[in-house]
């Protein structure tokens, strides 16, 4: 989770960016979008409409930026419902591409693909599910970045991501108590497979 000086910090870049700063703009793109491409690519087929899709998605964002207002949580949890925007709008107009957000899965690369066994578990989950898991564990969100991103509070995330992994661990069977999933180029991430580490993630107790 941003520390409350990591926050603080990104306002201030926010604001400057808000106000033409054009170098603070470059940062908040380069701090974000090695997620927005890992999100797409995870959710379309061809690497390069990934690339379009999060490019698009920053463009997306400049225009709506005048319209943003700080209210003391990440930035980024603000621009994957962008992302997720225009996402849904690439669904739309391309009725080949299987819909994430609707419940399908995209192809699988072994490039960024989860073992098999590990990603069909994730593909039986319900989509909420999915993408509790997907936005905490495998993009690297915070919590409260991932529940902004689903319109919850975090107690609310908190429950759900809970719920998520409880289904995940019942469905995946008797298994390690975690595993690494592929993430961007600052490192590996990983779902917790026990009750206790789940609620220890998100700053809980596990009951």
Same mark, same amino acid.
Request: glycine residues 8%; without cysteine.
């Given at each position: 989770?941003?520390?409350?000086?990591?926050?603080?910090?990104?306002?201030?870049?926010?604001?400057?960016?808000?106000?033409?700063?054009?170098?603070?703009?470059?940062?908040?793109?380069?701090?974000?979008?090695?997620?927005?491409?890992?999100?797409?690519?995870?959710?379309?087929?061809?690497?390069?409409?990934?690339?379009?899709?999060?490019?698009?998605?920053?463009?997306?964002?400049?225009?709506?930026?005048?319209?943003?207002?700080?209210?003391?949580?990440?930035?980024?949890?603000?621009?994957?419902?962008?992302?997720?925007?225009?996402?849904?709008?690439?669904?739309?107009?391309?009725?080949?591409?299987?819909?994430?957000?609707?419940?399908?899965?995209?192809?699988? %690369?072994?490039?960024?693909?989860? &073992?098999?066994?590990? !990603?069909? =578990?994730?593909? *039986?989950? #319900?989509?909420?599910? +999915?993408?509790?898991?997907?936005?905490?564990?495998?993009?690297?969100?915070?919590?409260?970045?991932?529940?902004?991103?689903?319109?919850?509070?975090?107690?609310?995330?908190?429950?759900?991501?809970?719920?998520? %992994?409880?289904?995940?661990?019942? &469905?995946?069977?008797? !298994?390690? =108590?975690?595993? *690494?999933? #592929?993430?961007?180029? +600052?490192?590996?991430?990983?779902?917790?497979?026990?009750?206790?580490?789940?609620?220890?993630?998100?700053?809980?107790?596990?009951?």
């Amino acid at each position: 989770m941003l520390s409350a000086s990591d926050l603080e910090h990104e306002r201030r870049r926010v604001a400057e960016a808000q106000s033409g700063n054009e170098q603070a703009w470059r940062a908040l793109f380069d701090e974000y979008y090695p997620r927005l491409y890992a999100f797409m690519r995870k959710r379309v087929s061809d690497p390069q409409t990934a690339d379009d899709l999060a490019a698009e998605t920053f463009v997306d964002a400049f225009r709506g930026l005048p319209r943003f207002r700080w209210r003391g949580t990440p930035f980024g949890a603000w621009l994957f419902k962008v992302a997720r925007n225009r996402l849904r709008m690439h669904y739309r107009s391309t009725p080949h591409e299987p819909d994430s957000l609707s419940g399908s899965e995209p192809s699988l %690369t072994v490039d960024h693909g989860l &073992a098999i066994d590990i !990603e069909t =578990t994730l593909g *039986s989950l #319900p989509p909420e599910y +999915r993408e509790a898991i997907d936005l905490r564990y495998v993009l690297g969100l915070t919590g409260p970045e991932a529940a902004a991103a689903m319109g919850r509070s975090h107690g609310a995330f908190r429950m759900l991501l809970h719920r998520a %992994t409880t289904a995940f661990r019942e &469905a995946y069977g008797d !298994e390690p =108590t975690s595993f *690494s999933v #592929p993430r961007d180029s +600052r490192g590996d991430r990983r779902i917790p497979m026990s009750e206790p580490e789940a609620f220890q993630a998100e700053g809980g107790r596990a009951r």
